[in-house]
């Protein structure tokens, strides 16, 4: 049977947009009936509160919305008349409170509606004419007549921003207010006075930073720090903040209107080394794991605490659109992604952590997406092959990605180390090399375009490689065998293998073979009896005597005979083959898990049997330190839409998208680390 993807863990995806809904695992064909948000909060009982332009603020939970258009709001105990939502039309910002009342602004002043009033949505629906609160230019105190910005600090008090229409064509601007429920305190932003607020955020001891207009295409971050204003100054040139947000060690980041992001380190501002593409940064977050999600014009880019990166984008997720407007994370942890085309709600995949078994993906980790097809001992940790990426380091704590991005071949099939740590990798048609920092390539005289599917470095230090045949060099040059010249039965090389002899073995798609320093012996069918497709398992026991497998035939090969030690049932395709030293074979088979094999008796760790979290398993490795390290994932299968003859091809309904952009991007390639198996 296939791997079923939806039976590894996936992301909780949520959707709300104007043509159907996705919530709670079920598509239900009904519209979000608002669009071009302004802001979008989360109250503590799961309604979503939404402003958008020239609209009133929306309430929606259960799948249902409601308007505000029927509240009153009250001002110096008179009535304010309104029409068309009067009050809550065109909400620039919106805040709610520890007291999970509702405060927004707009171009009429500062806005609150208490709870009570919309805790019962039912209710409030039933009987619109409710009292709201509005704070105008008009009370004593209150510097602004249009509230763009709100912020509470963890005291309760609303810091905010805004500014106030002297007269009809002239704005005033005054800097950042702070309110505690009674009165207001101005601060006027030093060597910014008078001008414009266009970001505000709040640190971790509520001072607040500021993005402030310095002209026409630029501006400057000023933080509020032991009383007074220190201005920190453009963050490089030609560029402008969009984008603010602190860590959990009150770090300063920014992100730009050209993709940029910095770090507010040592006075100065420092560049992130962060690939987003040309365009706005539209906002920036840190989840409560410390993993920064950043929102630009091409979707989503998230970097977890170890550095990895992974990127949530229209082609490959529920997203409508790659521009994203805003991001918030509820108290759940969910990230929602705001566009004008609809939200979209996402939590990543649990993986298991625990003693016994640990997971480590894109997700929560600097691993490196794509399919590890070898893993290698390497100093105190090890070398990983990505068929994808290139080559990953694991240096016992973390993961790195070793190969540049400039690199242009990184589909990595093979990898091994000589005596002095230099790594040498196979790619379609030539030879890396890797000596700890840089990168070269070997190019031979007798390239003819065929991929280096295996590479070996054998006792003496040789570098071995199966290319057209099986290739060696000395040191100086190369030297080929092949069907030609050495008896091979095929040019096609599988894998390589040194065992404790010193022979070289070479895996090929009808056999074996064996060099034993001089003289290649081939071992197929036609010449043993035994059946020797594809052996691509192979290993050495303690007595000496090599084990060789495909899933389906498990060969023993004593030094002198070849012969078939055992039908192996239900195993199907191995991926490679490690020896456990009590004598159990440990195979990593395509859709089964990891196969064990022992005195005749064939087991599985699996899904079932050992929640693992996939059963596509692509490499089994144990380390020098007694652990055992699993590649695993696969790509998920596609659908055949090809049309026949003469018929066009079918279009793909929005569900049937919808939920091949889920699995998609559901399909992790990860690696467990287990502690025994």
Same mark, same amino acid.
């Given at each position: 049977?296939?791997?079923?993807?939806?039976?590894? &863990?996936?992301?909780?995806?949520?959707? +709300?947009?104007?043509?159907?809904?996705?919530?709670?695992?079920?598509?239900?064909?009904?519209?979000?009936?608002?669009?071009?948000?302004?802001?979008?909060?989360?109250?503590?009982?799961?309604?979503?509160?939404?402003?958008?332009?020239?609209?009133?603020?929306?309430?929606?939970? %259960?799948?249902?919305?409601?308007?505000?258009?029927?509240?009153?709001?009250?001002?110096?105990?008179?009535?304010?008349?309104?029409?068309?939502?009067?009050?809550?039309?065109?909400?620039?910002?919106?805040?709610?409170?520890?007291?999970?009342?509702?405060? #927004?602004?707009?171009?009429?002043?500062?806005?609150?509606?208490?709870?009570?009033?919309?805790?019962?949505?039912?209710?409030?629906?039933?009987?619109?004419?409710?009292?709201?609160?509005?704070?105008?230019?008009?009370?004593?105190? $209150?510097?602004?007549?249009?509230?763009?910005?709100?912020?509470?600090?963890?005291?309760?008090?609303?810091?905010?921003?805004?500014?106030? $229409?002297?007269?009809?064509?002239?704005?005033?601007?005054?800097?950042?207010? =702070? #309110?505690?429920?009674?009165?207001? *305190?101005?601060?006027?932003?030093?060597?910014?006075?008078?001008?414009?607020?266009?970001?505000?955020? /709040?640190?971790?001891?509520?001072?607040?930073?500021?993005?402030?207009?310095?002209? /026409?295409?630029?501006?400057?971050?000023?933080?509020?720090?032991?009383?007074?204003?220190?201005?920190?100054?453009?963050?490089?040139?030609?560029?402008?903040?969009?984008? /603010?947000?602190? %860590? *959990?060690?009150?770090?300063?980041?920014?992100?730009?209107?050209?993709?940029?992001?910095?770090?507010?380190?040592?006075?100065?501002?420092?560049?992130?080394?962060?690939?987003?593409?040309?365009?706005?940064?539209?906002?920036?977050?840190?989840?409560?794991?410390?993993?920064?999600?950043?929102?630009?014009?091409?979707?989503?880019?998230?970097?977890?605490?170890?550095?990895?990166? +992974?990127?949530?984008?229209?082609?490959?997720? &529920?997203?409508?659109?790659?521009?994203?407007?805003?991001?918030?994370?509820?108290?759940?942890?969910?990230?929602? #992604?705001?566009?004008?085309?609809?939200?979209?709600?996402?939590?990543?995949?649990?993986? &298991?952590?625990?003693?016994?078994?640990?997971?480590?993906?894109? #997700?929560?980790?600097?691993?490196?997406?794509?399919?590890?097809?070898?893993?290698?001992?390497?100093?105190?940790?090890?070398?990983?092959?990505?068929?994808?990426?290139?080559?990953?380091?694991? %240096?016992?704590?973390?993961?790195?990605?070793?190969?540049?991005?400039?690199?242009?071949?990184?589909?990595?099939?093979?990898?091994?180390?000589?005596?002095?740590?230099?790594?040498?990798?196979?790619? +379609?048609?030539?030879?890396?090399?890797?000596?700890?920092?840089?990168?070269?390539?070997?190019?031979?005289?007798?390239?003819?375009?065929?991929?280096?599917?295996?590479?070996?470095?054998?006792?003496?230090?040789?570098?071995?490689?199966?290319?057209?045949?099986?290739?060696?060099?000395?040191?100086?040059?190369?030297?080929?065998?092949?069907? *030609?010249?050495?008896?091979?039965?095929?040019?096609?090389?599988?894998?390589?293998? =040194?065992?404790?002899?010193?022979?070289?073995?070479?895996?090929?798609?009808?056999?074996?073979?064996?060099?034993?320093?001089?003289?290649?012996?081939?071992?197929?069918?036609?010449?043993?009896?035994?059946?020797?497709?594809?052996?691509?398992?192979?290993?050495?026991?303690?007595?000496?005597?090599?084990?060789?497998?495909?899933?389906?035939?498990?060969?023993?090969?004593?030094?002198?005979?070849?012969?078939?030690?055992?039908?192996?049932?239900?195993?199907?395709?191995?991926?490679?083959?490690?020896?456990?030293?009590?004598?159990?074979?440990?195979?990593?088979?395509?859709?089964?898990?990891?196969?064990?094999?022992?005195?005749?008796?064939?087991?599985?760790?699996?899904?079932?049997?050992?929640?693992?979290?996939?059963?596509?398993?692509?490499?089994?490795?144990?380390?020098?330190?007694?652990? +055992?390290?699993?590649?695993?994932?696969?790509?998920?299968?596609?659908?055949?839409?090809? &049309?026949?003859?003469?018929?066009?091809?079918?279009?793909?309904?929005?569900?049937?998208?919808?939920?091949?952009?889920?699995?998609?991007?559901?399909?992790?390639?990860?690696?467990?680390?287990?502690?025994?198996?």
């Amino acid at each position: 049977m296939p791997l079923s993807l939806w039976a590894q &863990p996936k992301a909780d995806w949520t959707f +709300y947009g104007p043509k159907f809904m996705y919530e709670k695992g079920a598509l239900v064909p009904k519209a979000l009936n608002i669009t071009g948000f302004n802001d979008v909060l989360f109250t503590k009982d799961g309604t979503i509160v939404m402003s958008s332009v020239e609209n009133p603020i929306v309430f929606f939970k %259960d799948g249902k919305d409601y308007s505000t258009q029927g509240i009153l709001f009250s001002k110096e105990k008179s009535k304010v008349s309104f029409m068309k939502g009067g009050e809550t039309k065109d909400a620039l910002s919106m805040l709610i409170d520890q007291k999970n009342n509702l405060w #927004f602004g707009t171009s009429k002043g500062l806005h609150r509606i208490d709870y009570a009033i919309y805790a019962d949505l039912e209710k409030m629906k039933e009987t619109p004419s409710t009292d709201g609160v509005r704070i105008s230019d008009e009370t004593p105190g $209150m510097p602004f007549g249009t509230v763009t910005i709100i912020r509470e600090g963890s005291n309760g008090h609303l810091w905010v921003t805004g500014m106030k $229409m002297t007269n009809p064509v002239k704005s005033e601007y005054k800097g950042v207010s =702070e #309110f505690n429920g009674t009165e207001w *305190k101005n601060y006027t932003i030093t060597g910014s006075e008078g001008k414009e607020v266009t970001k505000m955020i /709040l640190d971790a001891q509520d001072a607040p930073i500021v993005v402030t207009s310095v002209s /026409l295409l630029g501006n400057t971050v000023s933080w509020y720090k032991d009383g007074q204003w220190k201005s920190l100054g453009s963050v490089a040139k030609n560029e402008s903040v969009t984008a /603010l947000a602190t %860590d *959990k060690q009150n770090t300063l980041y920014v992100g730009t209107n050209v993709g940029g992001l910095f770090a507010w380190k040592n006075e100065s501002w420092v560049k992130q080394d962060i690939q987003l593409g040309m365009g706005d940064v539209t906002d920036i977050k840190f989840d409560q794991s410390g993993n920064l999600w950043i929102a630009h014009n091409g979707g989503i880019k998230t970097v977890n605490a170890q550095g990895g990166e +992974y990127s949530i984008t229209q082609g490959n997720s &529920p997203l409508p659109i790659n521009t994203v407007k805003k991001i918030i994370i509820d108290a759940d942890g969910r990230k929602w #992604f705001i566009t004008d085309l609809g939200m979209v709600g996402y939590k990543e995949p649990a993986f &298991p952590a625990d003693d016994a078994m640990k997971v480590f993906t894109k #997700f929560n980790s600097g691993m490196v997406d794509g399919a590890i097809g070898q893993i290698i001992n390497y100093k105190d940790g090890f070398l990983m092959v990505n068929n994808d990426k290139g080559l990953i380091r694991y %240096d016992g704590k973390s993961f790195s990605a070793l190969t540049p991005g400039n690199q242009q071949e990184v589909a990595y099939y093979s990898a091994a180390t000589d005596k002095s740590g230099n790594a040498y990798m196979g790619t +379609y048609r030539y030879l890396h090399k890797y000596d700890g920092t840089n990168y070269s390539k070997w190019d031979w005289k007798d390239d003819i375009g065929k991929q280096v599917n295996t590479v070996l470095v054998d006792s003496k230090n040789t570098v071995w490689i199966g290319f057209n045949g099986v290739s060696k060099f000395n040191g100086t040059t190369w030297h080929n065998f092949d069907k *030609k010249n050495a008896g091979l039965s095929s040019n096609t090389v599988l894998q390589l293998f =040194e065992d404790s002899k010193g022979n070289i073995w070479a895996i090929l798609p009808d056999g074996v073979a064996k060099y034993d320093g001089t003289t290649w012996t081939s071992f197929t069918k036609k010449t043993t009896e035994v059946q020797l497709r594809n052996m691509i398992g192979v290993v050495e026991t303690k007595e000496g005597k090599l084990l060789f497998t495909n899933g389906y035939t498990l060969a023993e090969y004593d030094g002198t005979t070849m012969k078939t030690l055992a039908t192996l049932k239900d195993v199907g395709d191995v991926q490679n083959m490690i020896l456990d030293e009590d004598g159990t074979l440990l195979m990593a088979t395509k859709d089964k898990g990891i196969a064990k094999y022992k005195d005749g008796v064939i087991s599985f760790c699996d899904q079932k049997t050992c929640k693992l979290p996939s059963n596509a398993i692509n490499y089994i490795y144990k380390h020098t330190d007694g652990t +055992y390290w699993i590649s695993c994932g696969s790509k998920p299968a596609t659908v055949n839409t090809m &049309p026949q003859a003469g018929q066009a091809a079918p279009a793909e309904s929005a569900t049937d998208a919808f939920t091949r952009k889920v699995k998609e991007f559901d399909t992790f390639f990860g690696l467990i680390q287990l502690n025994k198996l």
